[in-house]
């Protein structure tokens, strides 16, 4: 078996591990730490319905537990970091979907 193949079959069984599958997505959303700081920008790259990978900016940044902002009328998940690989990071959702109230600039910068 050569490498390439090793890998390939890897990672085809990590991923039928998964609970719940994922779609690839691309849109920008926001983290929101929870103790009144500005919004951080970030990119969601794919969604389930247990959790998301994000690319972000600073990720070591992050605490362990935050809320991902989904848009900006402030529909969010509170989610904890499942893991860091460069500017991208898992999220594992804690809770269901929240609706919010409209974002202004001045929450989000």
């Not at 969604?47 to 848009?71: C, H, N, Q, T, W």
């Amino acid at each position: 078996m050569s490498l390439l193949q090793f890998i390939m079959d890897f990672k085809q069984t990590f991923i039928e591990q998964r609970r719940s599958p994922r779609e690839n997505v691309q849109f920008p959303a926001w983290i929101d730490i929870g103790n009144g700081a500005a919004l951080r920008d970030c990119t969601v790259l794919d969604v389930s319905k247990d959790g998301a990978r994000i690319m972000v900016a600073s990720p070591a940044e992050l605490p362990k537990e935050f809320y991902l902002v989904l848009s900006k009328h402030g529909t969010r998940r509170r989610g904890r970091l499942a893991w860091r690989s460069g500017e991208e990071v898992g999220v594992s959702y804690l809770g269901p979907l929240e609706l919010g109230k409209l974002l202004t600039d001045r929450h989000r910068n």
